[in-house]
């Protein structure tokens, strides 16, 4: 059989840029992007006419002529785009990493822009009176939002598995206490307690507002190259190790009612290339970014790429399993979304995990988890995934 | 049903209903029957509508009609913020059915006491998973019905 061109550690991750976070900034989506691009290439120390791959996500309202038009980039030998809203983020960084390991280009740009009132925002904010495709199967009886058609997903998930929400509580709180330690985090100066949780109104029940990541106006980008070229940067390269995307067989996009097991979500797709490829297992990983949309999603996540098993990742959270500071791998747990995640610290499609996926690995997190060297980030749970394994360079 | 007449709410989503596929499933709803495709070569249900059986890959289907009988596989409770034809009538519940016939079929819907009933007509709080349900269809404009579901005791 022919053996395939692993891109592992072929490329790494040398820059990292971000805007300020907030419910609402007065600049546009595209000078968004082009400050966060500035800012990371700034920290690789890579001039901007060197770029020549840049990678984002469908929603991204800036086509790339434009981000090459203003920021005077070079010839531009490859771009391209990922679909499936929070399911692309890891897919944009890893396709660029295909990109660079295969020689399409050398130094790529990932980014994501986002403002809440731009009409890419929010998917289920200009429906129409008549929907159309698979929509017209559930919107017209009130099942609205993302959160509506998640909230389904979780009560089942409740009970067959006697997940509780205190359980689901304990990862509101947890990445909650993460953003009180990360002055760029929204919810910096605002505590949250698992009573607090309890007693939230509800959005779509089971669901409480405190089970919802943030509105946030932002973005952020890092910049590829090979790993040779990393090495000769200021900085210390952060390797991508591993990547994978899935669209599992029979897989409805968020509604995911409509197959023999909905609660087997794209993670459990994804995890199989993912580690199949990767050079060490979940047992390995230090500290995980987990794409926090929703609460539940991290349970899911925290099951499909096999840090527990099936229906046993609720309980994993508790006993502060899920903390930086908590009992750790050797405890039997995970540090999580370390910088507060979509839930605390922003909500840009998932984008900003991979940012702190690679503070973790520089060891520059404001919850830094000690001697961490391995990374997993994941992307949507519920649509087309992706995720990555990012280490740091041990050379 | 009774015969009184019931305030429309204004502004709810309506299907498009305009796929051959989708729209099929339509006009049956719209003559009171509950029918998904069912593939003429190897006889597989399937739903939502789509032009091809992914179990065998044959185009030609027939409409199979279904007992109309249904089991909650799972049920939410919507909330506002939502659109301002739903959050007139929040809180109110959604569920998903898996048909009694085939349990691989599964729709979303509403419970519902009679055709025509709020939203928020039932009581969200007495739904259970498992409780047993049957369609009803309720005439939203001509040539329109959306499945509705009310609780049954066999
Ligand atoms: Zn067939």
Redo the contacts with the bound molecule.
């Keep these: 059989m022919d053996e395939p061109l692993l891109i592992r550690d072929r490329t790494a991750i040398v820059g990292v840029g971000h805007t300020e976070y907030a419910k609402s900034i007065d600049r546009s989506e595209k000078r968004l992007a082009l400050e966060a691009i500035l800012a990371a290439l700034a920290d690789a120390g890579i001039a901007p006419y060197e770029v020549d791959g840049l990678s984002s996500y469908t929603l991204e309202t800036t086509d790339e002529t434009e981000i090459a038009r203003n920021l005077g980039l070079g010839d531009l030998t490859w771009f391209s785009q990922v679909g499936y809203g929070g399911g692309a983020g890891c897919g944009v960084v890893g396709q660029a990493a295909m990109a660079v390991a295969t020689g399409q280009c050398r130094v790529a740009v990932a980014w994501r822009s986002r403002k809440r009132g731009a009409a890419s925002a929010r998917p289920w904010a200009g429906v129409a009176e008549r929907v159309k495709g698979n929509h017209q199967w559930t919107r017209p009886f009130g099942l609205l939002r993302p959160v509506d058609e998640i909230a389904m997903l979780t009560r089942r998930y409740m009970h067959d598995h006697g997940a509780t929400r205190p359980q689901l509580g304990a990862v509101a709180v947890t990445v909650r206490r993460h953003a009180n330690r990360n002055p760029d985090a929204m919810m910096h100066a605002k505590t949250l307690t698992l009573e607090q949780y309890l007693d939230a109104r509800w959005v779509s029940e089971p669901l409480c507002l405190f089970d919802n990541c943030l509105e946030s106006d932002g973005a952020a980008a890092v910049v590829i190259t090979g790993t040779d070229r990393a090495r000769d940067l200021p900085g210390p390269p952060v390797l991508i190790h591993g990547f994978a995307q899935a669209v599992p067989r029979q897989h409805q996009v968020m509604t995911n009612y409509f197959c023999d097991d909905p609660l087997l979500g794209p993670s459990h797709a994804c995890a199989s290339l993912l580690w199949r490829h990767a050079a060490f297992g979940p047992g390995d990983v230090d500290v995980a970014q987990l794409y926090d949309a929703f609460s539940p999603l991290v349970p899911l996540s925290l099951e499909g790429y096999g840090f527990c098993g099936r229906g046993e990742g609720a309980s994993f959270g508790e006993g502060d399993r899920l903390a930086f500071d908590g009992p750790g791998r050797i405890g039997g747990g995970l540090p999580v979304n370390t910088s507060g995640g979509g839930m605390s610290e922003a909500y840009l499609h998932g984008f900003n995990l991979i940012v702190e996926g690679v503070r973790q690995m520089r060891g520059t997190s404001r919850s830094q988890v000690p001697g961490a060297t391995t990374c997993l980030v994941t992307s949507g749970e519920g649509v087309p995934t992706s995720a990555l394994l990012l280490r740091s360079d041990d050379r | 049903m009774s015969g009184e007449a019931r305030q429309p709410v204004t502004g709810m989503l309506l299907p498009a209903a305009d796929d051959e596929d989708a729209a099929a499933f339509w006009r049956w709803c719209a003559a009171g029957e509950l029918r998904v495709q069912q593939?003429a070569?190897?006889?597989?249900l399937r739903f939502p509508p789509r032009p091809l059986?992914p179990?065998?890959?044959?185009f030609d289907h027939d409409w199979a009609r279904l007992s109309g009988r249904g089991t909650v596989w799972s049920w939410v409770v919507a909330h506002p913020p939502l659109l301002a034809a739903y959050a007139e009538q929040a809180p109110y519940n959604v569920v998903v059915v898996t048909s009694d016939d085939d349990p691989a079929i599964r729709f979303v819907g509403n419970i519902v006491e009679s055709p025509g009933d709020r939203l928020d007509h039932v009581d969200p709080h007495r739904i259970a998973i498992g409780d047993p349900v049957e369609v009803v269809f309720e005439p939203v404009e001509d040539g329109l019905a959306l499945p509705r579901w009310r609780r049954r005791t066999t």
């Design positions: 593939c070569a190897c006889g597989a059986c179990h065998c890959r044959a």
